[in-house]
């Protein structure tokens, strides 16, 4: 199963509203990542977890709050997001860090709009 | 540091005819390269990855790509191009040992009928 799931497809919430994102994958992979992907844009990586952890935060607002509760599941917390928060927001998993040979996969995503 | 640079924001074909997506990187090091397809509204696929192995490599969907280090490039090419292959292409870099990936701008390949 080389798969990663994203739950919700679809999230409106307004700039008051908490919200989660979650990630979902059992290929047993130990590095995590959250994107961000504008419209016509390359996705932004926004956070890594290395086995449980989180290794990087790429200078990402408080309002995004990163959780890895176990090896399989990430999840992004949301809170007093603003309109231009609204994006494609990308999950994805490698064997390892990425940098050797290890490619990511990539989940679905869940596309945000914040009103 | 290291770069890529997608040399066409967007590619016109003939279905049947083929495809060259350009891609040159800048590395001080061995980089591995990867190239991955996005269809609207969807994640990224991998097509292919290079890491110093063969330079010429096959990748999925009739794809393959050269890596051709004096030329810092990693080109991707198919034969002949299918409706379906009309999507958003991105060259990505990233070094060994390293966890710094970075995404070209992306190439959007239209496939004429």
């Known amino acids: 199963d080389t798969e990663v799931t994203q739950t919700p497809k679809h999230l409106v919430m307004g700039m008051t509203n908490k919200k989660s994102l979650k990630c979902e994958q059992h290929?047993?992979?130990?590095?995590m990542y959250w994107y961000k992907q504008k419209a016509k844009k390359p996705p932004e990586l926004m956070f890594v977890?290395?086995?449980?952890?989180?290794?990087i935060n790429e200078s990402v607002p408080s309002r995004f709050s990163p959780e890895c509760p176990n090896s399989s599941l990430l999840n992004l917390h949301l809170h007093a997001l603003q309109p231009e928060d609204s994006a494609l927001y990308l999950c994805?998993?490698?064997?390892?860090?990425?940098?050797?040979?290890?490619?990511?996969?990539f989940g679905p995503g869940t596309r945000l709009t914040v009103t | 540091a290291q770069s890529v640079t997608q040399l066409d924001s967007h590619v016109s074909v003939s279905e049947g005819t083929p495809v060259l997506l350009r891609c040159n990187y800048s590395?001080?090091?061995?980089?591995?390269l990867f190239w991955y397809v996005q269809h609207p509204n969807k994640g990224l696929q991998l097509l292919l990855k290079?890491?110093?192995?063969?330079?010429l490599v096959k990748g999925i969907n009739g794809f393959e790509a050269e890596f051709k280090k004096s030329e810092t490039s990693f080109h991707l090419t198919k034969p002949s191009a299918h409706m379906s292959d009309a999507a958003e292409y991105f060259c990505?870099?990233?070094?060994?040992?390293?966890?710094?990936?970075?995404f070209g701008a992306g190439t959007r390949l239209t496939v004429k009928p």
């Open positions: 994805a998993s490698s064997q390892g860090l990425s940098g050797s040979q290890y490619e990511q996969y």
């Open positions: 290929m047993g992979h130990r590095a």
């Open positions: 977890y290395s086995y449980e952890k989180l290794s």
């Open positions: 590395s001080s090091y061995s980089p591995s």
């Open positions: 290079y890491t110093s192995a063969a330079t």
């Open positions: 990505v870099v990233s070094l060994y040992n390293n966890n710094d990936m970075r």
